[in-house]
């Protein structure tokens, strides 16, 4: 797997950085009409936000960060010839109040299918994590997993809502996706049997803050665990944590049991 960087800007001092916005109609060949223009006057794409759309979203806002570091064409120029595809409805420049700066503020507030989200970067949430185990010791940890576990439910519920889906395998098997797209780890395994659920993920976020330990580490994941399997089965469990990455496992792999 290849990391996303969700940085939506770029801080590059001495380099000539600008920002596009561009309103354009939901179409085929929007994307390669645009790079085109930018490519007919060899200026650099850094980066490209693209909203994800369905099917029936007629109109979406694009962000270019571009790199004019040498070059004697002007944003000006660009912008002319950007207005002058069909499909464009609107075109401007973004400069950054700081030189060589520039980040998508156009867009917000994030959502994750119609849902607003936050990104919290890896400091953030080991402060945070460490803050709850310094002040509160075990209870800290006991508080992650209740936290984890009425995230775990209330995820269920918006997805058995959203999409139908009832199925104990077709809801981890969602689910699989949605830890991956959401950073959370990348689950290389999901077995669900009649007695039991297994599953193992590489580079979880949780225990990926610490190493060379003796315990495992996951207490929201693992409550999480419990709790979307709860809403889906209706039913309590238990879910134990055999193997972390913070103990120098491969993989992080728990056991999913109904109580």
Same mark, same amino acid.
């Given at each position: 797997?290849?990391?996303?960087?969700?940085?939506?800007?770029?801080?590059?001092? #001495?380099?000539? &950085?600008?920002?596009? @916005?561009?309103? *354009?109609?939901?179409? %085929?060949?929007?994307?390669?009409?645009?790079?085109?223009?930018?490519?007919?006057?060899?200026?650099?794409?850094? #980066?490209?936000? &693209?909203?994800?759309? @369905?099917?029936? *979203?007629?109109?979406? %806002?694009?962000?270019?960060?571009?790199?004019?570091?040498?070059?004697?064409?002007?944003?000006?120029?660009?912008? #002319?010839?950007?207005?002058?595809?069909?499909?464009?409805?609107?075109?401007?420049?973004?400069?950054?109040?700081?030189?060589?700066g520039v980040f998508d503020v156009f867009h917000f507030p994030l959502t994750v299918h119609d849902v607003r989200c936050i990104i919290l970067t890896e400091p953030a949430l080991k402060g945070m994590v460490e803050t709850l185990r310094r002040e509160m010791g075990l209870g800290g940890a006991a508080f992650l997993f209740h936290i984890g576990s009425f995230v775990g439910v209330e995820v269920a519920k918006y997805y058995i809502g959203k999409y139908g889906i009832r199925d104990l395998a077709k809801m981890f098997t969602l689910m699989k996706y949605l830890i991956v797209a959401w950073g959370w780890g990348a689950v290389v395994n999901v077995s669900v049997e009649e007695a039991r659920i297994l599953l193992s993920v590489k580079g979880l976020w949780e225990c990926s803050l610490y190493s060379g330990l003796e315990d495992s580490q996951s207490h929201f994941f693992r409550g999480f665990l419990s709790g979307f399997s709860s809403a889906i089965l209706n039913t309590p469990t238990s879910v134990s944590e055999t193997k972390c990455i913070a103990k120098g496992d491969e993989c992080c792999e728990f056991i999913i049991e109904k109580k």
């Open positions: 797997m290849n990391s996303l960087d969700l940085a939506r800007g770029i801080y590059a001092p #001495g380099r000539a &950085i600008f920002g596009f @916005t561009i309103r *354009v109609i939901n179409k %085929t060949g929007v994307l390669w009409r645009i790079s085109k223009v930018f490519s007919d006057f060899n200026v650099n794409i850094l #980066g490209a936000i &693209i909203p994800t759309l @369905t099917p029936e *979203v007629s109109e979406t %806002t694009l962000f270019f960060i571009t790199d004019f570091t040498g070059s004697s064409i002007s944003p000006n120029d660009v912008i #002319g010839e950007l207005r002058r595809l069909e499909f464009v409805l609107d075109a401007g420049i973004a400069v950054g109040e700081i030189e060589g």
